[in-house]
């Protein structure tokens, strides 16, 4: 059975880093795609990251280009997003999910499993 376990969230102020981890299990990782959705309260999710499964191609949604970046350890079945320069804006459910493909899409239908999330407070 797949399962995806996130680790990292907690509470940072405006300009601070976190990085998530998550530690998929009961698939072959290394041949797709994987995810970053966040849920922000109130709101629908949104794709914030996404990486082929051979990490040769990422997507970023426009809010977090040049500050946030995915990546992935294949032979630790780990997928990453490292957080920098948090905004207010950024607080949120952050669920790591896996695809369909080696291929990342952009559409949610494209990542069927995800995991429970891990919840990112900023506050100063």
């Known amino acids: 059975q797949e399962k995806l376990v996130e680790s990292g969230g907690g509470l940072v102020q405006p300009g601070g880093s976190l990085k998530l981890s998550c530690v998929a299990s009961g698939f072959n990782f290394d041949i797709y795609a994987m995810g970053w959705f966040r849920r922000p309260p109130g709101k629908a999710s949104e794709l914030v990251a996404a990486i082929n499964s051979n990490a040769d191609n990422s997507y970023y949604t426009d809010a977090v280009k040049g500050r946030f970046t995915i990546t992935r350890d294949n032979d630790l079945n780990t997928l990453y997003l490292e957080m920098n320069d948090m905004k207010p804006e950024d607080p949120a459910l952050y669920s790591c999910?896996?695809?369909?493909?080696?291929?990342?899409?952009?559409?949610?239908?494209?990542?069927?499993?995800w995991g429970q999330g891990t919840q990112v407070t900023v506050t100063s």
């Open positions: 999910t896996s695809g369909q493909s080696p291929r990342f899409g952009l559409a949610p239908r494209s990542y069927p499993n």
